[in-house]
T-cell receptor
């Protein structure tokens, strides 16, 4: 599984755009980049996934440069309820041909009023 | 929208006791997982389950742990003799197919407190 590096924490204010960059220098050809969000005392929740270029949904955008060695999750106009931990995950199937998620420490995003 | 459910939401037990954590995955999903998260730490994979057998397990998932799908809907995690260090949030997850591009749906978790 490709190792990922992302900032430990980020602070923002309501209405601002938050961009979290994840480095994954050893990403493999078959790997997708997936971001999950976790609120306190809740299970992680899928936000967005991409393979290359740009992906946008109702929650976020994901920017992936051509070399795919990094990706940036963009949260537009955050609100207090976007305060959460955001995880960047990169990987393919495991040795058993199953797929377990390997979470790192994630980025704790704190949105202030 | 379909969701994964877990019961109980909070379980308190004495060290050495057996606990069973229950999960109801999304009905058309075929792959099931248990993860745990010790307070303040990262989410850790415990075990994956497919076609009525364990497909992968981590080092954490020792002989004290077992999983079962006793019927067509429930997926359980049993800890035979709980230890203080088993105190954590336990999350069940399910997915329709096992690949890097399939979303895993997580339940709300069971907070296990071992006294």
């Amino acid at each position: 599984l490709a190792k990922t590096t992302q900032p430990i924490s980020m602070d923002s204010y309501e209405g601002q755009e938050v961009n979290i960059t994840c480095s994954h220098n050893n990403i493999a050809t078959n790997d997708y980049i997936t971001w999950y969000q976790q609120f306190p005392s809740q299970g992680p929740r899928f936000i967005i996934q991409g393979y290359k270029t740009k992906v946008t949904n109702e929650v976020a955008s994901l920017f992936i440069p051509a070399d795919r060695k990094s990706s940036t999750l963009s949260l537009p106009r955050v609100s207090l309820s976007d305060t959460a931990v955001y995880y960047c995950l990169v990987g393919g199937t495991s040795r058993s041909n199953d797929y377990k998620l390997s979470f790192g420490a994630g980025t704790t995003v704190t949105v202030r009023a | 929208e379909p969701e994964v459910t877990q019961t109980p939401s909070h379980q308190v037990t004495q060290m050495g006791q057996e606990v069973i954590l229950r999960c109801v995955p999304i009905s058309n999903h075929l792959y099931f997982y248990w993860y745990r998260q010790i307070l303040g730490q990262k989410v850790e994979f415990l075990v994956s389950f497919y076609n009525n057998e364990i497909s992968e397990k981590s080092e954490i998932f020792d002989d004290q742990f077992s999983v079962e799908r006793p019927d067509g809907s429930n997926f359980t995690l049993k800890i035979r003799s709980t230890k203080l260090e088993d105190s954590a949030m336990y999350f069940c997850a399910s997915t329709e197919r096992a690949s890097s591009y399939n979303e895993q749906f997580f339940g709300p978790g069971t907070r296990l407190t071992v006294l």
